[in-house]
């Protein structure tokens, strides 16, 4: 990838990673009043919309479980979970390894125009751009489940 879409991926993935990290695992599947996910959801949503954004939208191929989409894809909840679900930390080193990945892109495919449009964006650099902002997004919405949810830990 170019050096300027590495960097912004790099401090973004970075810094999705340490957040997730941070949040004690016992309260990672806490759904708060008034979300539909839980963090456990948000982080698999992540490392699965970058897989298929990044590889399956240009090269129609994927790196992780099929099972991820119908778990992790957009429109699903962690109440229709059942069967076998990765962990967090699982998800964070895919997450980890995903990254190596997304740095072994050519920058020369980030102008590659896509078989068809995905909102409007035509190449791969162009989703690469909407990848960082909905992985900053996501970035937002655990730490504020957590903030809620520690908040109401502490009230009880």
């Known amino acids: 990838m170019s050096q300027l879409v590495i960097k912004q991926f790099e401090m973004?993935?970075?810094w999705f990673i340490e957040v997730a990290e941070s949040v004690p695992r016992g309260?990672?599947?806490?759904?708060?009043?008034g979300f539909?996910?839980?963090i456990h959801w948000?982080?698999?949503?992540?490392?699965?919309?970058?897989?298929?954004i990044m590889f399956g939208l240009h090269?129609?191929?994927?790196?992780?479980?099929?099972?991820y989409v119908e778990l992790?894809?957009?429109g699903t909840y962690p109440s229709d979970w059942g069967g076998d679900v990765p962990s967090v930390e699982e998800l964070i080193t895919q997450l980890k390894d995903?990254?190596?990945?997304?740095?072994?892109?050519?920058?020369?495919?980030?102008?590659?125009?896509l078989k068809e449009p995905f909102i409007g964006l035509e190449t791969l650099g162009e989703v690469a751009g909407f990848a960082i902002?909905?992985?900053?997004?996501?970035?937002g919405k655990i730490q504020e489940m957590k903030r809620i949810i520690e908040y109401a830990e502490t009230t009880n």
Do not use: C, M
């Open 12 to 14: 973004t993935r970075s």
């Open 27 to 33: 309260i990672t599947n806490i759904q708060p009043q």
């Open 36 to 38: 539909n996910n839980n």
């Open 42 to 52: 948000h982080i698999g949503h992540v490392l699965t919309s970058a897989d298929q």
């Open 59 to 67: 090269h129609n191929k994927s790196y992780l479980p099929t099972v």
């Open 72 to 74: 992790f894809n957009r």
């Open 98 to 113: 995903q990254w190596v990945r997304l740095q072994q892109i050519p920058a020369e495919q980030l102008t590659d125009t």
């Open 133 to 139: 902002v909905h992985e900053s997004i996501h970035i």
